[in-house]
């Protein structure tokens, strides 16, 4: 929960009624405004990013019968998180960084697996297939044509290969010729949606074998 700029909270959902109830007890201040958040699949390590010059990427152990959280990584990194679905790597990205692979360990420590670098892109954002095999990075070059780039994963080694070329996401300019933006993107199922402030979302099915895009 980033509604404060410093803080991150927990909130236990009633699996019944879908209500949320804050844990006290977990919390953390965060140094600098939020930027995006990750969680691994148990629910014991989280991690979360802020964007203030120079962005750091906090993590921290949830005990849920505790209701605490204990810091366990805090290291210099860009903003954009994503969790690999077995909870083995987590993806880092951003404008100057490009994309980093760090290997999660049983502690919820964080080693360097490995960085792909990208074109410029501002206002990144990061997307996994269910799979974990294909990892998407969606942002918007100096030349404003959003594009979405696409890798596959080798998972013994964390390193990232580019599928094919990046797709041009048609995102039309907004009126008194604003540039087109990608906001953010997100994978559900086969399918991979880029959305933006100017023309809602945009929607590609996503080969399951080679883990190529092709616009619906």
Do not use: K, W
């Not at 844990?23 to 969680?39: D, E, M, Q, T, Y």
């Not at 080694?157 to 008194?176: C, H, K, R, V």
């Not at 990608?182 to 933006?196: E, I, K, L, P, R």
């Amino acid at each position: 929960d980033f509604a404060a700029q410093t803080a991150l909270t927990v909130y236990r959902v009633d699996a019944g009624n879908g209500r949320l109830t804050q844990v006290p007890s977990a919390f953390a201040s965060l140094n600098g405004r939020p930027g995006s958040i990750a969680i691994d699949p148990t629910g014991q390590f989280i991690y979360a990013s802020t964007t203030t010059y120079p962005g750091r990427v906090y993590g921290y152990r949830f005990d849920e019968p505790a209701g605490t959280l204990t810091p366990i990584v805090d290291l210099q990194a860009d903003a954009a998180l994503a969790m690999d679905p077995a909870g083995e790597y987590l993806y880092v990205a951003g404008a100057f960084g490009g994309l980093r692979t760090y290997r999660i360990e049983p502690t919820g420590a964080l080693t360097a697996a490995g960085t792909t670098p990208l074109v410029t892109l501002n206002g990144i954002s990061l997307a996994v297939h269910g799979s974990g095999d294909f990892v998407y990075v969606a942002g918007n070059p100096q030349t404003y044509t959003p594009l979405a780039l696409m890798f596959r994963l080798t998972r013994a080694t964390g390193a990232l290969t580019e599928i094919g070329d990046p797709i041009m996401l048609p995102i039309p300019t907004s009126d008194g010729n604003t540039a087109a933006q990608v906001m953010t993107a997100a994978v559900a199922g086969n399918f991979f949606y880029a959305g933006s402030y100017n023309d809602g979302l945009r929607s590609y099915a996503i080969d399951n074998v080679s883990g190529q895009l092709y616009e619906l």
